[in-house]
C-alpha cells in the first residue's frame, strides 16, 4: 500500500478509535468477564472479515484484458447463475458516476464517460466474455446501466454491446459487431428536490433543477420480473418504471466514505480516473494529475466560496453515488443472485455482503482494493451492531454499548459539546422522553429519569362462551403472581445461543458444500457460526415457501424443487447434508417407514451420496429412526457399498448417535439422530462433549415484562388451567421460567411443563403456538422459537409471499444450528480440511460404529 495509507491506518477497524480503547481496557483488565468479552469482540471482527472475504471479490482496473476476465469467471459473482424458472438475474451494474470523478468542480459535476465511453465498453466486455469468447449475452443477465441524469448519452451506453461472430472458412477472426437483439426497459429515478439544491447551493445560482435519472435494463430476452412491492415507493411494484423520490445521504452519513483529498487520490490513482470535461482518454491528464498530493489550487479548485481545495481537505470517496435506497430496489426488483459492478466507495459491496449475494468489484488501483477491503471490514461490523440490519448481533452490541459507557466515564472531556437548551415549562411527557438526551452535561438542571415500562392494554373481552369460567380462572391465578412484576425487570446482559468460538484458516479457500431436504439452510448458519468461508452448490426443498427463504437470505448456485432433481456430477463436494423427513418415522407419526412416499425420501438422499461421493456428510432424522431396522440396515448397506477407484470402502468412517440439542448450547430437548461419514480421516472422528452448563432459557426468551395474552381454544385454555393448577398445589408461581406445550389434543400430563427449557419443536405445534412461555404469559415470539433453536435472531429475512406461521412451522423442522456446528467442526477435523478444532476439544456422546 501507499505509504501515505499505510501510515495512517485510515480505513479499518483499527481507525475505530473507541473500540480500540475498548479493547485495550479489556486487555489490560484482569477480571474473568472483560477477558470474555474481549473473545467476542475479537470473534465478531473475525467473523465482518471472513464475511467480506467470502462475498466480496476486487480486482484493480490496472490489470490487462486476460487477468481480469479470469479473475472474474474464478469469483463467486462471475461464476453464478441464474434461474429462469425463478426469474433470478445475475445484476451487472455501470454507473458513470464511479468511474471517477470530474477534474474541474468535481463536488458539483458528474463526470463524463470515461475515456469516451470506452472504459464502460471494457467493462461490459469483461463481463459479456466471463463464460464465452463471443461475447454473446447470457439468459440470467440483466446490465443496469446509470445515465446519472445525462439523457444525452443513451445512445453511447444502449450502442456498447458488441459480440465477435465465428471465424469464416478460413479461420480468419470477424470484427466485433454490434448486439441489435436485445431488449432494453427504463427504469426512472426521481431525487428529491431539497438534496439537490442542497448540493447546488454551495455556488452562487442555478436556474433549474434535475432531479431525474435514468436506469436501463438490457438484457437478452424480454424481461420476466417476480412482481415485488417497491420497497421505498408506496403503493407500487417493480412493473412500474418509477423509483423514489430518494434522498441522498448527507457527506457526514457514516455510509459515505470520506477521507483527505491526497490519500482519495492515491486511491484513483493516475490511469484515468480524474476525467476532464468530455471524457479524455486514459492518460491525457496524467500530467496534469502529477502534482496533485501537494494541493495545486488551480487544478484542484472546487470553487465552494472562492477557497481552493486543500490537500489535507476532507471529503466523499465518490460526489455522486446512487443512495443506498436506488440500489436496495435493484437488487430487491430484480431478485439479484451475484452482482458484478464497479468498486466505487463500496456502498453496494457492503449491501451485497448484508443481504449474502456475491459480489464482484472493479477497483481503480491495488491501493483501492486494498483500502475498500478494510473499510467494508468496518462496515460489517458496525451493521453488526444495528438492530434493524441482518447481520445484527445482540451480545456484541450489549457489549459494546457497556463498555463505551464506561469509556465515555473515563474520558468525559472527550465528549463533543452541546449547546445549553432553555428550560421547558410542563412539556408534554411523550415531548420530553423524546427530547431528553441520554449523554446530558452535567450541568443540566434535571436528570433524566427512567421511564418506567406501562402495563400491557386489557384484551377486548371475547365473546362470552364456554371458555369464559376457564379465561376468568386463568386470571384470577395468574393475577397474584404478576403483582410487583413490572417495573422491576432488567434485561440480561446477553442472550443464550452459540457457544464459544473462534477464527481458524482451512486448509483450502473455500468450502464447497451442497444440501438437500435444507430448510432454512442451518448447514450454512452452522458455517456462518464457524467462520469458515464457504459456496452453496446447491439446496432444496419441496416446500416452495422454504425456497424462497433459501433465495432471499443465501448465495445458493443452484435452488431445486426436489432431491429427486440430478445434481451435476461433475462438482466436488466438500460436505453434505440432509435432514429427510421425519414423519414416518417419528413415534408421533404412523411409523411407516419406506412404505409411505415420505419415507422414501429417504432413497433419493442415499442415491444422491452414491453419485456426490461428498468428503464428509451429515443426516439427521428423529431418534426413533434407529428403531425401524429394515431402512436403518438399508442406510448401511447403501453407504458402505460406496467404492473408490481403487475398490476400497469410500467413506471409511461412518458412526451414528444420538444427541439431544439441550446438553449442546440451547435450551430445548431434541434428541435426534445423525449419522456422520468421512472420506479418508486423516484423525479418528469424536463426538462433541457434552456442555459443562446447560444453556437458559430466559436468556432465550425476549427481554421485557410479562404481556399476558391467553389462548382462545378450548384444548389450549383447559391445558394452560391445568398447568397454573399444577404449578400452585407445588405452591410455585405460574410464572416461573418454563414452557409448556398447550396444543396437545390428549388428556394434561404434568410432565409436559418443561421448568428451565422448551420441549421439542414440531413443525404443526409451532404453526400453531402451541408453546406457551409460563415467565411471559403468552405464547413464544418468532425470535425466541429462532434461539430455541440457535439461529441468531435477525440473521434471516422473511421475504414476500412467506407467513410468519410458515416461518414458525420451517423453525419446527430445523436442525439445531450449534449441535451440527459441533458436529461439523469435528468432521472438517477428521478429514484434514482443517487442522485444528474450532471448538471445544475432548470427547463426548459414544456414537455406534457402522
Given at each position: 500500500m501507499h505509504p501515505s495509507l499505510q501510515e495512517s491506518q485510515l480505513f479499518g477497524l483499527q481507525s475505530d478509535k473507541d473500540l480500540m480503547q475498548v479493547i485495550q481496557d479489556l486487555s489490560s483488565s484482569g477480571?474473568?468477564?472483560?477477558?470474555?468479552?474481549?473473545?467476542?469482540?475479537?470473534?465478531?471482527?473475525?467473523?465482518?472479515?471472513?464475511?467480506?472475504?467470502?462475498?466480496?471479490?476486487?480486482?484493480?482496473?490496472?490489470?490487462?484484458?486476460?487477468?481480469?476476465?479470469?479473475?472474474?469467471?474464478?469469483?463467486?459473482?462471475?461464476?453464478?447463475?441464474?434461474?429462469?424458472?425463478?426469474?433470478?438475474?445475475?445484476?451487472?451494474?455501470?454507473?458513470?458516476?464511479?468511474?471517477?470523478?470530474?477534474?474541474?468542480?468535481?463536488?458539483?459535476?458528474?463526470?463524463?464517460?470515461?475515456n469516451r465511453g470506452k472504459h464502460m465498453a471494457r467493462f461490459l466486455s469483461l463481463c459479456q466474455t466471463r463464460r464465452n469468447a463471443s461475447g454473446e449475452l447470457e439468459a440470467g443477465d440483466i446490465y443496469v446501466l446509470n445515465d446519472c441524469g445525462k439523457e444525452g448519452n443513451r445512445s453511447s451506453l444502449l450502442g456498447?454491446?458488441?459480440?465477435?461472430?465465428?471465424?469464416?472458412?478460413?479461420?480468419?477472426?470477424?470484427?466485433?459487431?454490434?448486439?441489435?437483439?436485445?431488449?432494453?426497459?427504463?427504469?426512472?429515478?426521481?431525487?428529491?428536490?431539497?438534496?439537490?439544491?442542497?448540493?447546488?447551493?454551495?455556488?452562487?445560482?442555478?436556474?433549474?433543477?434535475?432531479?431525474?435519472?435514468?436506469?436501463?435494463?438490457?438484457?437478452?430476452?424480454?424481461?420476466?420480473?417476480?412482481?415485488?412491492?417497491?420497497?421505498?415507493?408506496?403503493?407500487?411494484?417493480?412493473?412500474?418504471?418509477?423509483?423514489?423520490?430518494?434522498?441522498?445521504?448527507?457527506?457526514?452519513?457514516?455510509?459515505?466514505?470520506?477521507?483527505?483529498?491526497?490519500?482519495?487520490?492515491?486511491?484513483l490513482g493516475k490511469h484515468g480516473a480524474r476525467i476532464p470535461v468530455g471524457g479524455t482518454a486514459d492518460g491525457d491528464a496524467e500530467d496534469e494529475d502529477e502534482d496533485m498530493p501537494d494541493g495545486d489550487a488551480e487544478s484542484l479548485n472546487l470553487n465552494a466560496k472562492n477557497r481552493p481545495r486543500d490537500k489535507n481537505d476532507v471529503e466523499p470517496f465518490l460526489f455522486h453515488a446512487e443512495p443506498v435506497q436506488v440500489l436496495q430496489e435493484i437488487l430487491h426488483g430484480l431478485d439479484a443472485v451475484a452482482v458484478i459492478s464497479l468498486a466505487g466507495d463500496g456502498r453496494l459491496a457492503e449491501l451485497c455482503v448484508e443481504k449474502r449475494i456475491p459480489f464482484f468489484g472493479l477497483a481503480f488501483t491495488e491501493e483501492h482494493v486494498k483500502a475498500l477491503q478494510l473499510r467494508l471490514e468496518k462496515r460489517v461490523f458496525k451493521l453488526m451492531q444495528d438492530d434493524k440490519s441482518r447481520l445484527y448481533s445482540a451480545n456484541l452490541k450489549t457489549i459494546l454499548s457497556k463498555n463505551l459507557g464506561e469509556v465515555e466515564e473515563k474520558q468525559p472531556e472527550k465528549k463533543p459539546k452541546r449547546k445549553p437548551r432553555q428550560k421547558k415549562v410542563k412539556a408534554e411527557k411523550d415531548t420530553a422522553a423524546d427530547e431528553q438526551d441520554p449523554d446530558e452535561d452535567e450541568n443540566e438542571d434535571q436528570e433524566v429519569q427512567p421511564s418506567q415500562p406501562s402495563k400491557p392494554k386489557p384484551k377486548p373481552k371475547a365473546k362470552a362462551n364456554g371458555n369464559d369460567a376457564i379465561m376468568a380462572e386463568l386470571q384470577q391465578l395468574a393475577q397474584g403472581s404478576l403483582k410487583g412484576y413490572f417495573g422491576c425487570f432488567r434485561p440480561p446482559p446477553g442472550r443464550g445461543g452459540m457457544p464459544k468460538r473462534r477464527s481458524i484458516a482451512l486448509q483450502q479457500e473455500v468450502l464447497r458444500v451442497a444440501s438437500d431436504c435444507s430448510g432454512l439452510n442451518g448447514a450454512a448458519l452452522a458455517l456462518e457460526s464457524l467462520n469458515l468461508p464457504f459456496t452453496e452448490e446447491w439446496v432444496s426443498d419441496v416446500e416452495d415457501a422454504a425456497r424462497k427463504v433459501l433465495r432471499a437470505n443465501f448465495a445458493c448456485k443452484r435452488i431445486y424443487e426436489d432431491v429427486r432433481t440430478p445434481a451435476p456430477r461433475d462438482i466436488e463436494v466438500d460436505f453434505y447434508s440432509a435432514g429427510y423427513p421425519c414423519q414416518a418415522y417419528s413415534q408421533l407419526g404412523k411409523?411407516?417407514?419406506?412404505?409411505?412416499?415420505?419415507?422414501?425420501?429417504?432413497?433419493?438422499?442415499?442415491?444422491?451420496?452414491?453419485?456426490?461421493?461428498?468428503?464428509?456428510?451429515?443426516?439427521?432424522?428423529?431418534?426413533?429412526?434407529?428403531?425401524?431396522?429394515?431402512?436403518?440396515?438399508?442406510?448401511?448397506?447403501?453407504?458402505?457399498?460406496?467404492?473408490?477407484?481403487?475398490?476400497?470402502?469410500?467413506?471409511?468412517?461412518?458412526?451414528?448417535?444420538?444427541?439431544?440439542?439441550?446438553?449442546?448450547?440451547?435450551?430445548?430437548?431434541?434428541?435426534?439422530?445423525?449419522?456422520?461419514?468421512?472420506?479418508?480421516?486423516?484423525?479418528?472422528?469424536?463426538?462433541?462433549?457434552?456442555?459443562?452448563?446447560?444453556?437458559?432459557?430466559?436468556?432465550?426468551?425476549?427481554?421485557?415484562?410479562?404481556?399476558?395474552?391467553?389462548?382462545?381454544?378450548?384444548?389450549?385454555?383447559?391445558?394452560?388451567?391445568?398447568?397454573?393448577?399444577?404449578?400452585?398445589?407445588?405452591?410455585?408461581?405460574?410464572?416461573?421460567?418454563?414452557?409448556?406445550?398447550?396444543?396437545?389434543?390428549?388428556?394434561?400430563?404434568?410432565?409436559?411443563?418443561?421448568?428451565?427449557?422448551?420441549p421439542c419443536l414440531t413443525k404443526s405445534r409451532c404453526e400453531s403456538k402451541g408453546y406457551w412461555a409460563l415467565s411471559k404469559m403468552r405464547p413464544l415470539s418468532l425470535t425466541e422459537y429462532f434461539r430455541l433453536q440457535g439461529i441468531p435472531a435477525h440473521r434471516l429475512k422473511i421475504p414476500e409471499g412467506v407467513s410468519q406461521r410458515q416461518m414458525r412451522g420451517m423453525i419446527g423442522n430445523s436442525f439445531t444450528v450449534p449441535v451440527i456446528a459441533q458436529i461439523m467442526d469435528r468432521l472438517f477435523f477428521s478429514s484434514g480440511l482443517t487442522s485444528e478444532l474450532i471448538q471445544c476439544t475432548g470427547s463426548g456422546v459414544k456414537g455406534i460404529v457402522l
Open positions: 477480571m474473568q468477564t472483560d477477558k470474555d468479552d474481549l473473545q467476542r469482540i475479537e470473534r465478531s471482527m473475525a467473523q465482518a472479515r471472513t464475511l467480506v472475504n467470502t462475498y466480496v471479490s476486487l480486482a484493480p482496473e490496472t490489470l490487462d484484458d486476460n487477468e481480469l476476465r479470469e479473475a472474474l469467471a474464478q469469483s463467486a459473482a462471475g461464476s453464478a447463475n441464474a434461474s429462469a424458472e425463478n426469474k433470478s438475474h445475475v445484476v451487472i451494474f455501470y454507473s458513470q458516476a464511479n468511474a471517477g470523478e470530474a477534474t474541474a468542480q468535481p463536488h458539483l459535476r458528474i463526470p463524463g464517460l470515461r456498447s454491446f458488441h459480440y465477435t461472430p465465428e471465424a469464416d472458412e478460413l479461420g480468419r477472426l470477424q470484427k466485433a459487431l454490434p448486439i441489435k437483439n436485445k431488449h432494453t426497459r427504463q427504469w426512472m429515478v426521481c431525487m428529491s428536490e431539497s438534496s439537490v439544491c442542497e448540493k447546488l447551493n454551495k455556488v452562487r445560482g442555478f436556474a433549474s433543477v434535475n432531479q431525474i435519472s435514468r436506469l436501463y435494463l438490457v438484457s437478452k430476452s424480454v424481461l420476466s420480473l417476480n412482481e415485488h412491492q417497491r420497497l421505498y415507493t408506496p403503493s407500487a411494484t417493480n412493473r412500474g418504471n418509477l423509483l423514489g423520490p430518494f434522498v441522498a445521504e448527507p457527506e457526514s452519513s457514516e455510509k459515505v466514505w470520506s477521507l483527505q483529498v491526497k490519500d482519495k487520490l492515491v486511491l411409523k411407516q417407514g419406506m412404505a409411505c412416499e415420505n419415507g422414501k425420501v429417504l432413497l433419493y438422499v442415499l442415491m444422491r451420496i452414491c453419485v456426490v461421493k461428498p468428503r464428509t456428510f451429515l443426516l439427521e432424522n428423529v431418534k426413533n429412526f434407529q428403531q425401524f431396522q429394515k431402512e436403518f440396515d438399508l442406510t448401511m448397506r447403501v453407504l458402505k457399498s460406496i467404492k473408490d477407484p481403487n475398490g476400497k470402502r469410500y467413506h471409511q468412517c461412518l458412526q451414528a448417535a444420538v444427541i439431544d440439542s439441550q446438553d449442546h448450547g440451547v435450551a430445548q430437548s431434541r434428541a435426534r439422530f445423525y449419522i456422520v461419514g468421512v472420506h479418508n480421516p486423516v484423525r479418528d472422528f469424536l463426538w462433541p462433549p457434552l456442555l459443562p452448563q446447560r444453556a437458559s432459557l430466559k436468556a432465550a426468551l425476549d427481554p421485557g415484562p410479562p404481556q399476558p395474552s391467553f389462548p382462545t381454544g378450548s384444548t389450549e385454555l383447559r391445558n394452560l388451567l391445568a398447568c397454573f393448577k399444577a404449578l400452585k398445589s407445588e405452591n410455585k408461581s405460574v410464572t416461573c421460567e418454563a414452557v409448556a406445550d398447550i396444543g396437545m389434543s390428549s388428556s394434561w400430563h404434568r410432565n409436559q411443563i418443561c421448568q428451565g427449557y422448551c
